[in-house]
């Protein structure tokens, strides 16, 4: 096997880099390279960087430039309220200040409260324990803390809520997925993978939300249900997210077996979940499933609208090829 690509952009490193947002206090080495703590403050205060929450794959920002505007997770876009840069803090060597690129103003649980449902809201970059952080280990994710409570609580959007909007509040840290968050040194977009054998696009057959609905090719549209969300999973892996469910795509049952079926179902940081991407010399990516280990594709090299992605061994066939277009 090739060594994996990032078929949204980057490369592997910054991928990694990626899976451990901000990890500035985190273990070196926790994803499969040294961290600093040292280095990393300055180098992320450097760039700016879109905040993720690893449950949805929805990009972390504010609506307008008012102190006190609500801090939600959206569809991720190119606009600046959607990117953030780290500081240091200056309440504590090892806790930090996230600010928004385009408000100047930072991330703040509402009135420094140490309450659990307090809101997550923007406002002054000041020396309240509400507008610092420090960061903890969520094994693919990091956890955001603030300075308001002993024990600390965490930041999670709302009920670990997948709808676009839900707002991000502190809350008990209880392992909750919405609890969990990772950067993107780029813009996150979402994103078509369409058949280099048939030219169509890898859809959820009528745009069914429910859990188990089949994964299927159609004619290109532009529908949300043709659109995908690609997010960091385990390890160097990506989870694939239907724009229009909120939903990834597995292999029915998690199993092994040659031509099962893909499906779409609730997302989980999950083996069945995750794909391997191999970047291809023609510049196609092919997607290697974690747990199964075998290939999607597009089941009998169908070009047929509503034909049925599964799983295969390696063919090397144009069917099992997939071009991803930001």
Same mark, same amino acid.
């Given at each position: 096997?090739?060594?994996?690509? /990032?078929?949204?952009?980057?490369?592997?490193?910054? *991928?990694?880099?990626?899976?451990?947002?901000?990890?500035?206090?985190?273990?070196?080495?926790?994803?499969?390279?040294?961290?600093?703590?040292?280095?990393?403050?300055?180098?992320?205060?450097?760039?700016?960087?879109?905040?993720?929450?690893?449950?949805?794959?929805? &990009?972390?920002?504010?609506?307008?430039?008012?102190?006190?505007?609500?801090?939600?997770?959206?569809? +991720?876009?190119?606009?600046?309220?959607?990117?953030?840069?780290?500081?240091?803090?200056?309440?504590?060597?090892?806790?930090?200040?996230?600010?928004?690129?385009? /408000?100047?103003?930072?991330?703040?649980?509402?009135?420094?409260?140490?309450?659990? %449902?307090?809101?997550?809201?923007?406002?002054? &970059?000041?020396?309240?324990?509400?507008?610092?952080?420090?960061?903890?280990?969520?094994?693919?994710?990091?956890?955001?803390?603030?300075?308001?409570?002993?024990?600390?609580? &965490?930041?999670?959007?709302?009920?670990?809520?997948?709808?676009?909007?839900?707002?991000?509040?502190?809350?008990?840290?209880? %392992?909750?997925?919405?609890?969990?968050?990772?950067?993107?040194?780029?813009?996150?977009?979402?994103?078509?993978?369409?058949?280099?054998?048939?030219?169509? +696009?890898?859809?959820?057959?009528?745009?069914?939300?429910?859990?188990?609905? *089949?994964?299927?090719?159609? *004619? +290109?549209?532009?529908?949300?249900?043709?659109?995908?969300?690609?997010?960091?999973?385990?390890?160097?892996?990506?989870?694939?997210?239907?724009?229009? /469910?909120?939903? +990834?795509?597995?292999?029915?049952?998690?199993?092994?077996?040659?031509?099962?079926?893909?499906?779409?179902?609730?997302?989980?940081?999950?083996?069945?979940?995750?794909?391997?991407?191999?970047?291809?010399?023609?510049?196609?990516? *092919?997607?290697?499933?974690?747990?199964?280990?075998?290939?999607?594709?597009?089941?009998?090299?169908?070009?047929?609208?509503?034909?049925?992605?599964?799983?295969?061994?390696?063919?090397?066939?144009?069917?099992?090829?997939?071009?991803?277009?930001?």
């Amino acid at each position: 096997m090739k060594s994996p690509a /990032t078929p949204a952009g980057g490369s592997t490193r910054s *991928r990694l880099t990626g899976r451990i947002l901000l990890a500035l206090s985190l273990t070196a080495g926790l994803l499969g390279f040294g961290v600093t703590t040292a280095a990393a403050p300055a180098e992320a205060a450097s760039g700016q960087l879109n905040i993720v929450a690893a449950h949805s794959g929805q &990009c972390v920002e504010v609506a307008s430039a008012a102190d006190g505007e609500a801090v939600r997770q959206q569809r +991720c876009s190119d606009s600046p309220r959607a990117l953030w840069s780290i500081r240091a803090s200056p309440v504590a060597r090892d806790a930090y200040q996230i600010v928004n690129a385009s /408000t100047g103003k930072c991330l703040r649980v509402k009135d420094s409260s140490a309450a659990a %449902g307090a809101a997550i809201q923007q406002g002054a &970059c000041d020396r309240s324990a509400g507008a610092s952080f420090r960061m903890g280990d969520a094994g693919e994710a990091a956890l955001l803390k603030p300075l308001t409570s002993s024990p600390a609580k &965490c930041v999670e959007v709302r009920r670990s809520s997948l709808a676009e909007g839900a707002p991000l509040r502190q809350w008990n840290c209880t %392992g909750q997925p919405g609890a969990g968050f990772i950067q993107r040194s780029q813009p996150a977009r979402d994103t078509t993978i369409v058949n280099v054998n048939s030219g169509k +696009c890898l859809a959820i057959r009528d745009s069914d939300a429910g859990d188990g609905a *089949r994964v299927v090719q159609s *004619r +290109c549209t532009g529908d949300p249900d043709q659109r995908w969300y690609v997010t960091p999973a385990l390890g160097v892996s990506v989870a694939l997210r239907n724009a229009a /469910t909120g939903k +990834c795509v597995q292999i029915e049952q998690a199993s092994y077996d040659d031509g099962a079926r893909a499906v779409q179902s609730s997302c989980l940081v999950s083996r069945p979940q995750s794909w391997v991407t191999e970047q291809m010399g023609d510049g196609s990516t *092919r997607l290697v499933n974690l747990h199964s280990m075998k290939y999607l594709g597009i089941a009998g090299e169908s070009e047929a609208d509503g034909a049925e992605a599964h799983q295969g061994p390696d063919t090397y066939g144009p069917a099992q090829r997939w071009r991803l277009s930001l």
